[in-house]
């Protein structure tokens, strides 16, 4: 069973850091791309990056351009999301999907809120 | 950016009536869209990708269509299982940005 796991969401202040790991189980992860979606409390999606299989190819959402860095471990089959600068409007569910457009299956999600 | 627009934003519909969301881009995307279904406090789940493919295991019911600018989305006869918000999502340009959603629930 494909299995997505995300952790390391919490309450951080506005200019913070925070990691978060998605631990994938169930499939091949070195074969796939990964992304990483969130979701503001009652508001709508919206993808933020996904990276390439070996990691050479990384994209992500205007927003968090410079402020957050997709990464990989295939040998964990982990995905990581760094993200620094954080500000009140990064506070979000966030969620990490298998595949590069067509997203799933995804995690549960962790939460991230970003406040004083 | 490609806009993407969902109509209506919320409906309610009784059990075993047909369904249909609507959503729009702001240019052609050709069939680079999918549609997904988020239950409350869940995860979405993908449905249908490249328009109109149902994803394994999702039910007959579901079903998608359309090209360029224009998508519709179906639910021949809904569920109480159905209650939900349905997303479309293009991905035909950076960013594959989601629609706003639509909420469907029982009448």
């Known amino acids: 069973e494909v299995q997505l796991v995300e952790s390391g969401g919490g309450l951080v202040q506005p200019g913070g850091s925070l990691r978060l790991s998605c631990a994938a189980s169930?499939?091949?992860?070195?074969?796939?791309?990964m992304s990483w979606v969130r979701q503001a409390p009652g508001k709508g999606l919206e993808w933020v990056a996904n990276?390439?299989?070996?990691?050479?190819?990384?994209y992500y959402v205007d927003s968090v351009k410079g402020r957050f860095t997709i990464s990989r471990d295939n040998a964990k089959n982990s995905l990581y999301l760094q993200m620094n600068s954080l500000r009140a409007e990064d506070t979000a569910v966030y969620y990490c999907?298998?595949?590069?457009?067509?997203?799933?299956?995804w995690g549960q999600g962790t939460l991230v809120t970003v406040s004083s | 950016d490609i806009q993407m627009t969902q109509s209506p934003s919320s409906l309610s519909a009784s059990v075993g009536d047909r369904v249909t969301i609507t959503c729009q881009a702001s240019?052609?995307?050709?069939?680079?869209l999918n549609w997904y279904q988020q239950k409350p406090g869940k995860a979405p789940k993908l449905l249908i990708y490249d328009a109109s493919n149902l994803e394994t295991g999702v039910p007959s019911r579901f079903s998608g269509s359309g090209s360029g600018t224009d998508f519709t989305f179906t639910i021949s006869s809904l569920q109480p299982e159905d209650i939900a918000t349905y997303y479309c999502q293009q991905y035909d340009n950076l960013p594959p940005d989601f629609g706003p959603g639509t909420k469907v629930d029982i009448k």
């Open positions: 240019q052609d995307i050709s069939n680079y």
């Open positions: 169930g499939f091949t992860f070195s074969s796939y791309w």
């Open positions: 999907a298998r595949d590069r457009f067509l997203l799933g299956p």
């Open positions: 990276i390439k299989q070996d990691g050479s190819e990384k």
